[in-house]
């Protein structure tokens, strides 16, 4: 869409993914780390449940950015 950007994912937003096989539940999380090269971006995330994983960017994958800070 002419005008629209994509912000790549940043530390602090949320994820969401959506498990693809039947049975599959959806994990939060939030970013706590980018890695990778600006055209390989992959992420650590902390998952609600207290544990963490690298994880690259799919499809099941649904992110929210953080709400902005004041300061």
């Known amino acids: 869409m002419p005008g629209t950007t994509t912000r790549p994912a940043a530390v602090g937003d949320a994820v969401e993914l959506t498990g693809h096989k039947v049975g599959d539940g959806v994990r939060h999380g939030r970013i706590v780390e980018v890695l990778g090269a600006p055209d390989h971006l ?14 690259y960017p799919t499809t099941d994958l649904r992110v929210t950015p953080a709400a902005p800070t004041r300061g």
């Not at 992959?42 to 994880?55: F, K, P, Q, T």
């Open 42 to 55: 992959h992420y650590r995330i902390a998952w609600v449940d207290g544990h963490e994983s690298v994880l």
